[in-house]
């Protein structure tokens, strides 16, 4: 089998010192929320990829809910609603709990199982479509494998209680906001 070398060499090498590549989360993709209380994906994917232990302190909850103002029972079934479109709602103790994420380590399978392929088309392309092209259609393949592997990801599976809650076994893809969270950038290299 023959070695094609380190990605980060080939980079350097073909990109003359003069262009970078970067793909994967930036630090710029959040969760939403209140502008104080933004989680971002980085971290998240970060806790993914080599597992936590978060221990959530105890917490006021609000729960909303729509009810049938004749009947007085719940509509959908009792389901949460946004506050916006909500009638009734009612605050509970959540007690202090602990999360365990187990490591998922998508990002860095991802790259062990592909570096090779990408190390080896990296010349081609810049042959045929210049350094500043050929970086950002490399990149695009990068995205694509990442995004292909957090789609696809399905050990360790989720715990029984995530699968209830989210009503299917799909680790990595809650909102699907870190696989759209996955940016390709090309820029001046900069040694410092």
């Not at 209380?37 to 909303?64: C, D, K, S």
């Not at 994420?101 to 042959?127: G, Q």
């Not at 209830?164 to 799909?170: E, I, N, T, V």
Request: aromatic share 8%; net charge positive.
């Amino acid at each position: 089998m023959k070695k094609t070398g380190s990605l980060s060499k080939a980079l350097k090498t073909y990109a003359e010192d003069s262009q970078k590549l970067r793909v994967g989360i930036f630090e710029t993709a959040t969760y939403a929320g209140a502008e104080d209380e933004r989680l971002h994906v980085a971290q998240v994917a970060f806790w993914n990829e080599y597992g936590v232990e978060i221990e959530v302190p105890e917490r006021q909850i609000t729960i909303y809910r729509l009810i049938n103002q004749k009947s007085g029972e719940f509509k959908r079934n009792g389901r949460f609603v946004r506050k916006a479109v909500s009638n009734f709602a009612t605050t509970h103790t959540s007690p202090a709990h602990k999360i365990n994420i187990p490591p998922r380590p998508f990002f860095r399978s991802t790259v062990s199982e592909n570096k090779d392929k990408w190390v080896a088309s990296l010349p081609e392309l810049v042959e045929k479509q210049g350094i500043n092209k050929g970086l950002c259609l490399l990149g695009e393949v990068v995205k694509g494998d990442l995004v292909e592997s957090i789609m696809t990801w399905t050990t360790p599976p989720n715990a029984l209680s995530t699968i209830k809650l989210k009503g299917r076994d799909a680790p990595l893809r809650d909102t699907m906001q870190m696989s759209r969270s996955i940016g390709v950038e090309v820029s001046n290299y900069d040694e410092s």
